[in-house]
C-alpha cells in the first residue's frame, strides 16, 4: 500500500480549484468546505504536519467522504483523494486502534471463514424477535428502538440459507473439467452470501444460459473492501491472501463477480494491497486480478449473451442506477444498459444516474443520516423518470436504494442487472 | 485574535451552529484558487442581510476584519483573510427567490452557484449568459464581487451587463438596495449597482441579487478548429470577427495548453500547434449559415482541421477540455503565474506574438489560452517557485507582459480581479489620481476598513506577496 506520505506527495497537486465541490455527494448536502474534496486533502495536509487542534471534527471529515471516486475522475490535476482519505484512516486505525464495533466487526467476522456464518445464521434465527417485515418492501425495519440502527430503517433480511451453504451451490465447489465451455470462478462476496443469495442464483443460472461452466471456490471470504475503508489495512491484506490462495486451487479462464465493490477490489486494490509482499506475490496478483471480470462486463463484452428476448413486458419501466465502484473505477457503464435492453421491458434513463447512492466507504455506517440525504437525490431521480424497476449491479447500492426509496415514498423494486435477465 | 465577548456576540448573531472556531474549519476557509493559506480567527454562516449587517456593526465597534466568501474558487485572493478576523461564508444564503418569466429576471441569494442558477433557468427556456471557468462550483456573490466573465463574453457581456439592482450590507453594517429590482431601465441617483459589482467584497457584501435573464437560444453549434501556427489562429479570429460574425465564444489555445490538457483527457490534440473553440447560438437557419461561413475563414487561414460537433455529449468534452486547462498546467511547473490580461482584439495578433518573445528572452515557459475572441488571454508563466533563477525570470516576465498590454491598449486583469496577487501592479496601469479617487471611495463607505482589508491597493511598503 502507499503510505500517508506517498499519498501527500500526490495530493500537493492539489492547486484549490475547487472542481471538485461540484461533483462530490457530501459536499452536495454539507455545502460546507471541510466536506469537499479539496478541504480533506487540506485537513489531511495539516494533520500529517503535526498541526494542533484538529481533534474528532477531522475524524469525522474523514469519515464523511463515500470513497466514490467522483472528484477523482472529475480532477484535471487527477489527486486521487479517495485514495487519500483511505491512507489517513488507515494512519488514523494505526495511531489509536479500530473502535471495538468495529474491531469485532471486521477482524472477528468478515475476516473468518468460519465465525462469520456462525454469527449469522443465528443472527438470520433471532432477526424476527428484533426486526419485522416491511409492508412495503422486502426487508426489515425494527420493531423497536435498537442500539446502533435508527427508527424507520429497512434492514436487508438475513438470508434463510446462506448461499455458499447451498446444496446445489457446494456441488459446485469443483470444477468438472469439461474443456470445451468457458470456465468462471464466481466470487461471490459477502452482500450476496449473506443478504442477496438471489443475485447469486441468478448469476449462476445466467453463466450457464450464456453456455459457462460455473465454480463456486469454497475457502473465498470477504474481499476485504469494507475493513480497507474503515482504515483496517491489516485485515484487508490477509482477506486478499485467503482469496487469492482460494482462487489458485483451480483454473478459471474469467472470475466474477456480481458486486461491484468486490471487482473494485479484485480488479484494483488488491494489486496495491498485496504489492511489497514476498517475492513472486506480484506475478500471482497480476494472474488472479487480470481475470477478473464484472457480471455485466462478462456477459455482455465476452460471452455474447443472448438474452431471452421477448418474456418481458414492455409496459414496465426499467432504469439503471451506476454504481461508483463500476463506473468510476472498472470503466463500466455501457454493458449494464445494453444487457437490460435484452430483457424486455422498457428503459428510461433517470436524472444523474452516476451520481454515488450515499452507501459507500462505510458513510452508511459512520454517518447514516448524511448517507441518506445523500440518497435522497437517487430518489428523487427514480420518482422522476417513473420508473417501476431500479437496476444495478451491486448488492451495496441495492441494499442503500431499498432504504432510500422506502424512506422517501417512491414505490419502485431494486434488483441486480442479472436479476432481470 | 478575537475576544471572548466578540466570539459570543458572533454565536447570538448567527446561532452557534454558525459560528466555528475549529481548527478544522479554520484551516478550509483559509485558502481560495490562489492556495496561498491565511487562516482566519473565526468562520461565519450568516442567513441573512440582517446578520451580516449586525456582524458589521460589531466589526466597527471591537475593529476586527470581515471578509466575505463564496466559494473560495477566485485566482487573486480576494477571499483570503490576509489580515486575519472572520471569514463571512454565503454558503448558507443559497436560495433561488424567484424566478420572473415575465419580466425575465431573478431573484437570488449570494450563495447560489452559479451553474445551479443556469441549469434552473434554462429548464424554462431562459438564460443566464456568464460563464465564468468555474461556474460549476462558483457563486453568484463571487461572480458579482470579481465582475466575472467567460467564454461568452464576446456576446453577451459580462456579470456586470446582468445585474439590474443589489441588496447589499455596507461595511458600516447599513442595508441598502441598489438599482432596480425587475426593470431594465432606472437613472435615479448614482448607479452604486457598477460600484459594488467588481469591487471584490471591499465596499460591500452582497445579500441578494436581481438579474437579468434572456431568453435560451434555440440553437447552439460548437466547433473544433485546428491550426499549425498560434498566429494563424489569431488572425482567424481576427478575420471572424471582421466578417461581423459574433460567436457566442471564441476560445484559443497554445501548444503548451494543448499538450498539457490531452495528457488529462486525451482527446487526441498531440503535436497541434493551435485550436480554436467556436460556438454560435441563434435561430436553426442562422447557426448553420455562420459555422459555414466561419468554416471558410478559418480555411482561408490555414486551418488544418475543422469539426462540427455531432451531439451535447461531444459540446461536453469539448468544454471540459477547455475547462481544465487551467489547472492541468500544474503539470508543467509547480508554481503558475496566472495573469489574465486583456487587449483590443484588433491588437492580439500583437499581443500573441510578444508574449512568445517574451518567453524566449526570459527562458520560461509560458501557455496561453483563453477568450480570444473579446481579446482576453490567460497567461500562465509556469516556473518552480523554489528555484531562485525561475521565480525571478518569472516575475520578470509577468511584468513583461503587463508592459505589453498596457502598451498594446489593454488592461492587465479581464476576470481575475486585484485581490492581493495583482496588487503591486495596478499603477502600471492607474494613475495615483486614478487609485486616489477609489481610495476615497473605499474611506467614504469604510472608514474603519474593516471590510476585507489588504486588498487591491498596494500596501506602502511596496504591495503584497504574489502567488
Known amino acids: ?34 466536506s469537499s474534496p479539496r478541504g480533506r486533502v487540506a485537513l489531511i495536509e495539516a494533520s500529517l504536519k503535526g498541526e494542533e487542534g484538529l481533534g474528532g471534527m477531522y475524524v469525522g471529515h474523514i469519515k464523511e467522504c463515500t470513497l466514490c471516486g467522483s472528484c477523482l475522475n472529475n480532477c484535471p490535476n487527477g489527486v486521487d483523494v479517495p485514495g487519500l482519505v483511505m491512507a489517513a484512516r488507515a494512519e488514523h486505525v494505526r495511531r489509536e486502534g479500530l473502535s471495538p464495533v468495529a474491531s469485532f466487526a471486521l477482524r472477528n467476522m468478515l475476516s473468518s471463514d468460519r465465525f462469520m456464518p456462525w454469527a449469522l445464521k443465528l443472527a438470520s434465527k433471532l432477526q424476527g424477535l428484533f426486526l419485522k417485515s416491511s409492508s412495503v418492501e422486502n426487508g426489515l425495519v425494527s420493531r423497536f428502538s435498537l442500539p446502533f440502527i435508527g427508527g424507520g430503517r429497512l434492514l436487508p433480511e438475513l438470508a434463510g440459507v446462506f448461499f455458499m451453504d447451498r446444496r446445489h451451490v457446494r456441488a459446485l465447489s469443483e ?19 449473506y443478504l442477496l443469495p438471489d443475485i447469486g442464483e441468478s448469476t449462476v443460472r445466467v453463466l450457464k444460459e450464456a453456455g459457462a461452466e460455473v465454480v463456486v471456490p469454497s475457502g473465498q471470504v470477504c474481499c476485504g473492501m469494507p475493513a ?3 482504515g483496517d489495512v491489516k485485515t484487508a491484506r490477509s482477506l486478499a491472501l485467503k482469496n487469492l490462495e482460494a482462487f489458485e486451487q483451480g483454473e478459471y479462464d474469467y472470475i466474477v463477480t456480481s458486486c461491484a465493490t468486490c471487482g473494485h477490489g479484485l480488479k484494483n486494490i488488491f494489486r496495491e494491497l498485496l504489492s511489497g509482499e514476498e517475492d513472486g506475490m506480484s506475478a500471482r496478483v497480476e494472474r488472479f486480478s487480470s481475470r477478473v471480470k464484472d457480471i455485466t462486463e462478462l456477459l455482455e463484452g465476452i460471452l455474447s449473451y443472448k438474452g431471452r428476448a421477448g418474456e418481458g413486458s414492455g409496459d414496465r419501466v426499467v432504469t439503471y442506477h451506476d454504481p461508483c465502484h463500476l463506473r468510476k473505477y472498472q470503466g463500466i457503464s455501457e454493458e449494464p444498459r445494453l444487457l437490460l435492453e435484452k430483457t424486455g421491458l422498457r428503459f428510461k434513463g433517470m436524472k444523474n444516474p452516476c451520481k454515488c447512492c450515499g452507501l459507500g466507504g462505510g458513510l452508511a455506517f459512520s454517518n447514516y443520516e448524511l448517507s441518506m440525504e445523500i440518497a435522497r437525490k437517487k430518489a428523487e431521480g427514480v420518482r422522476g423518470c417513473g420508473a417501476d424497476v431500479v437496476a444495478t449491479a451491486c448488492p451495496g447500492c441495492i441494499i442503500q436504494l431499498k432504504d432510500a426509496l422506502h424512506r422517501y415514498g417512491v414505490r419502485a423494486k431494486v434488483v441486480h442487472v442479472v436479476e432481470l435477465l | 485574535m478575537l475576544s471572548d465577548t466578540v466570539k459570543s456576540e458572533l454565536e447570538r448573531i448567527a446561532g452557534t451552529a454558525n459560528v466555528s472556531f475549529a481548527r478544522e474549519d479554520l484551516i478550509c476557509y483559509s485558502y481560495d484558487a490562489t492556495n496561498n493559506p491565511v487562516a482566519p480567527d473565526a468562520v461565519v454562516f450568516p442567513g441573512g442581510a440582517e446578520e451580516v449587517s449586525l456582524i458589521l456593526k460589531m466589526a466597527n465597534s471591537e475593529r476586527f476584519p470581515v471578509v466575505p466568501r463564496g466559494a473560495g474558487t477566485g485566482f487573486t485572493g480576494g477571499s483570503l483573510p490576509v489580515e486575519g478576523g472572520v471569514v463571512l461564508s454565503t454558503e448558507r444564503m443559497r436560495s433561488i427567490r424567484g424566478i420572473d418569466t415575465e419580466n425575465l429576471t431573478a431573484d437570488v441569494e449570494p450563495g447560489v452557484v452559479t451553474g445551479e442558477l443556469q441549469s434552473e433557468v434554462e429548464g424554462l427556456g431562459l438564460f443566464y449568459p456568464p460563464d465564468p471557468t468555474s461556474l460549476k462550483f462558483s457563486t453568484i456573490g463571487g461572480n458579482i464581487a470579481e465582475c466575472a466573465g467567460g467564454p461568452r463574453a464576446l456576446k453577451y457581456g459580462v456579470t456586470r451587463d446582468y445585474v439590474l439592482g443589489l441588496e447589499v450590507v455596507l461595511p458600516t453594517g447599513d442595508i441598502i438596495m441598489t438599482g432596480t429590482k ?12 457598477r460600484l459594488v459589482v467588481g469591487s471584490e467584497g471591499t465596499l460591500g457584501v452582497v445579500t441578494r441579487a436581481f438579474l437579468r435573464l434572456l431568453p435560451l437560444p434555440e440553437a447552439t453549434r460548437t466547433m473544433l478548429v485546428k491550426f499549425s501556427s498560434l498566429e494563424d489562429a489569431a488572425r482567424a479570429v481576427s478575420a471572424i470577427i471582421s466578417a461581423r460574425i459574433i460567436p457566442s465564444t471564441l476560445e484559443i489555445m497554445d501548444s503548451v495548453s494543448i499538450r498539457c490538457v490531452d495528457e488529462f483527457a486525451k482527446i487526441g490534440l498531440s503535436g497541434v500547434e493551435a485550436v480554436l473553440l467556436i460556438e454560435v447560438d441563434g435561430r436553426e437557419d442562422g447557426v448553420e449559415r455562420d459555422v459555414a461561413d466561419v468554416e471558410r475563414i478559418c480555411k482561408e487561414n490555414r486551418s488544418v482541421e475543422f469539426r462540427v460537433a455531432a451531439d451535447r455529449f461531444e459540446v461536453k468534452d469539448l468544454w471540459k477540455v477547455r475547462r481544465s486547462i487551467s489547472p492541468a498546467l500544474k503539470r508543467i511547473k509547480p508554481t503558475k503565474l496566472n495573469e489574465d490580461v486583456v487587449v483590443p482584439r484588433s491588437r492580439l495578433v500583437e499581443l500573441i506574438s510578444g508574449i512568445q518573445d517574451i518567453a524566449r528572452k526570459r527562458e520560461v515557459v509560458i501557455a496561453s489560452f483563453g477568450h480570444a475572441g473579446d481579446g482576453n488571454i490567460h497567461v500562465n508563466v509556469m516556473v518552480d517557485g523554489n528555484d531562485p533563477r525561475e521565480a525571478r525570470a518569472g516575475g520578470d516576465a509577468v511584468r513583461d507582459i503587463f508592459d505589453l498590454t498596457v502598451a498594446l491598449g489593454g488592461t492587465i486583469s479581464g476576470e481575475h480581479g486585484v485581490g492581493i496577487t495583482k496588487a503591486p501592479y495596478i499603477s502600471m496601469e492607474l494613475t495615483d489620481q486614478d487609485i486616489e479617487a477609489m481610495k476615497r471611495i473605499k474611506r467614504a463607505l469604510d472608514p474603519s476598513g474593516v471590510l476585507n482589508p489588504g486588498k487591491i491597493f498596494p500596501s506602502p511598503d511596496t504591495g503584497a506577496p504574489r502567488g
Open chain 1, 1 to 34: 500500500m502507499k503510505s500517508l506520505e506517498e499519498h501527500i506527495k500526490e495530493a500537493l497537486k492539489c492547486v484549490r480549484c475547487g472542481a471538485c465541490k461540484s461533483v462530490c455527494p457530501s459536499f452536495d448536502v454539507r455545502r460546507r468546505e471541510p
Open chain 1, 175 to 193: 470444477a468438472k473439467g469439461d474443456s470445451s465451455k468457458p470456465r468462471i470462478g464466481f466470487f461471490v462476496g459477502c452482500g450476496v452470501n
Open chain 1, 228 to 230: 480497507l475503508s474503515t
Open chain 2, 182 to 193: 425587475k426593470t431594465v431601465k432606472g437613472v435615479v441617483g448614482y448607479d452604486l449597482t
